[in-house]
């Protein structure tokens, strides 16, 4: 990478590739001053800027590796561009900027993914996309009724670009990846012809850039360079982590479940905790430490499931209950961030307060580590856990660190990241121990071993429903996490939203092909239908844990390649096919490792898929073992029970995916 010198400009260019063209009559920064609005509603977000200057840097003063860019010529230099390896530094010359505008050169015909988990778009192209951690919404879709709803009564409705985890990296089809090294609110702008626009409410640190002659390579660099998971723990192959919040019934309820043949690796009880009842349905006692009235004797019931090979998973988030006893102990030894008058800073959850554990406290963050993930759940049993709330972090507190709140909310889920595999590593049970998270930012690769999609709708819906969880792992896959799973059967029913059989069962087949298979109830359990009360629905989910079983051999190499290369398990099709350009957009099925390619059935009512099959070689059905020619789009039967999913007929597995047939 360097800076070339034109005529009356210059260019940055990687190999063959131009990047940054910038010239008088089009640059490509620009700086100025904003004023922002922002807005919190328990996780939800409502930003506006207001622009008071936007100026073009036209001016540039080219020496070595080293630029100054101004107004005009004459004019006080406003900002420094250094190149430091494959990376552009910035440094700001006038204190006044807190904006920044980048235009990076584009084609037209370009794709580019990334931006952290997305949800709704795999392909970026075309849009605009605000990068803040955040609540999803409840509904992402801005014409449906669910959205509409959730947005009159509570502000809570979303839209397409709304994620859990946010990340401003993007890969090209140009064969480049992009990362602004920023915790600041920013916009990846794709929607013009000759370029892309970055904009980013501060002068990041640097911007980095990566190149290679395959996606693949590209992809294998971005993960060392945020980080890579270890391989999956060995009791996660043994079928799903089966998720019940029914106190001691759970027990009971999970005997039934794998009376039916079930595999069952693990059981989940997020209500481990205890329970309160609120009108969003009940909620989990937000005060980490196992609760004797809901679950008595649990230390011997995690015993005794470890003697049959099933781990016991629980819940945990950086709040804390003013209810709960934990909460005095942090409050003495001022571990809780603040507010404007120095006093613990309350957060209304919604009928409940919480005090913030102040992580950017070194003593507060080792004492959740130790006391709380620790001692209360690592060294009582639990092998795993749900790490929820990353995203929650107000904007208007004060921290240890005195970092603006506004800076360190994208941040925060980062630093829930660490606290969480700090407490793991201190037990020896680095990749043994397997916490999931949702929020996500930068550099939470290093730590979270496995993520997912978050509180999908429990529905067939584009931007709510089943498909997006696709998306979810296609996107953030590409930026260095290699394990993602989601909620079967989806978590969110609210105003008359509820599960169907059809829904769970298309839902577990997806699952069967993923990393892990795990349920959940749902926010509402007793309005929704639940794996283990409809016969058909809990023969189904047997089998389709029986297959799950059965490809562990198959998922075992996938994550020991994870491991060596940063590949996730879960790929685009371009990332094998990348002389394909068909392979750019499709988001709605996955190559699982480079041998199978899996069409999860996504719409109600449909016992067909229809789905292109790449490459010159042949594919294989899975389950009528017909051959299908690659390059072409096919149509194929894929009634409950059989997802259309396919397998390359050179495959080195290929008799393990043919025993897969057998399964009944």
């Keep these: 990478m360097h800076f070339e010198t034109t005529k009356d400009g210059f260019a940055l260019t990687i190999g063959n590739r131009t990047i940054l063209s910038h010239s008088p009559q089009n640059p490509a920064f620009f700086a100025g001053f904003g004023k922002e609005r922002m807005d919190m509603y328990r996780g939800n977000f409502d930003i506006e800027d207001y622009v008071i200057e936007r100026t073009a840097l036209r001016h540039a003063e080219v020496n070595g590796d080293s630029i100054t860019l101004s107004s005009a010529p004459g004019q006080a230099p406003r900002l420094r561009l250094t190149l430091d390896g494959n990376a552009m530094r910035l440094t700001a010359l006038d204190d006044t900027v807190n904006r920044l505008w980048l235009r990076v050169v584009a084609e037209t015909d370009e794709h580019v993914w990334g931006g952290g988990e997305q949800m709704s778009y795999f392909d970026m192209r075309g849009r605009r996309f605000p990068l803040w951690t955040s609540e999803p919404g409840v509904g992402r ?5 669910i959205t509409f709803k959730s947005d009159v009564s509570g502000k809570a409705g979303g839209d397409y670009y709304n994620t859990n985890y946010p990340q401003p990296t993007y890969l090209s089809s140009r064969r480049y990846a992009l990362h602004v090294e920023t915790s600041a609110y920013s916009v990846f702008d794709f929607r013009n012809g000759d370029f892309h626009e970055i904009e980013i409410w501060a002068i990041p640190e640097k911007i980095e850039f990566f190149a290679g002659d395959h996606f693949a390579d590209i992809v ?11 391989e999956l723990p060995e009791w996660i192959y043994g079928g799903a982590i089966i998720g019940l919040k029914d106190g001691v019934n759970s027990f009971a ?11 069952v690796s693990g059981l989940w009880c997020e209500d481990w905790v205890g329970l309160r009842q609120t009108s969003f349905g009940a909620r989990l006692f937000w005060d980490w430490q196992a609760n004797d009235t809901r679950y008595p004797h649990l230390r011997q019931k995690i015993a005794e499931l470890a003697d049959q090979g099933i781990r016991f998973l629980g819940y945990v988030n950086p709040y804390l209950c003013v209810d709960g006893p934990l909460f005095p102990v942090a409050e003495k ?13 309350l957060v209304d959850f919604g009928e409940f307060d919480c005090g913030v554990v102040d992580f950017t406290n070194p003593a507060a963050a080792d004492w959740f580590a130790e006391e709380i993930i620790g001692r209360n759940m690592l060294d009582f049993g639990l092998s795993g856990w749900m790490a929820d709330f990353g995203e929650y972090l107000p904007i208007d507190i004060n921290l240890s660190n005195g970092v603006d709140a506004k800076l360190m909310h994208n941040a925060w889920p980062t630093l829930w990241a660490e606290v969480n595999a700090k407490a793991v590593e201190s037990r020896g049970k680095t990749g043994e121990a397997l916490f999931f998270m949702r929020a996500g930012f930068t550099g939470v690769q290093a730590h979270c071993p496995l993520i997912w999609g978050g509180d999908q709708s429990v529905d067939f819906s584009r931007h709510d429903g089943l498909v997006t969880v696709i998306c979810g792992a296609l996107s953030s896959g590409l930026m260095g996490n290699a394990y993602h799973h989601s909620d079967i059967g989806g978590y969110t029913s609210l105003f008359g939203n509820v599960r169907t059989a059809e829904l769970i069962m298309r ?16 926010n509402r359990p007793r309005d929704n239908l639940q794996i283990d009360q409809d016969e058909a629905v809990l023969a189904h989910f047997a089998r389709m844990t029986s297959i799950y079983v059965a490809l562990a051999p198959y998922l075992k190499s996938l994550s020991a390649e994870a491991a060596r290369t940063g590949l996730p398990v879960q790929r685009p099709l371009l990332l094998h096919y990348e002389n394909d350009r068909q392979t750019y957009a499709i988001q709605d099925c996955y190559l699982y490792g480079a041998d199978m390619l899996v069409a999860p059935v996504w719409k109600a009512g449909e016992t067909q898929r229809s789905l292109y099959l ?14 299908y020619p690659g390059g072409q789009d096919v149509t194929v039967e894929a009634p409950l029970g059989e997802p259309a999913v396919f397998y390359r007929a050179d495959s080195s597995h290929r008799s393990l995916f043919e025993q897969l047939r057998t399964i009944v």
């Design 253 to 263: 309820r999970l005997e039934k479940i794998r009376a039916a043949g079930t595999k």
């Design 333 to 345: 030894a001022g571990y809780f961030a603040t507010d404007a008058e120095g006093k613990t800073a």
């Design 614 to 627: 790449p490459g010159d070689g042949e594919w294989v059905h899975l389950w009528s073992g017909t051959h």
């Design 220 to 230: 294998s660099a971005l993960s060392l360079r945020f980080g890579r998971q270890p």
């Design 141 to 145: 879709d801005k014409t449906t009724e």
């Design 507 to 522: 839902w577990t087949e997806m699952a069967a092909f993923t990393p892990v298979m795990r349920t959940h109830e749902g």
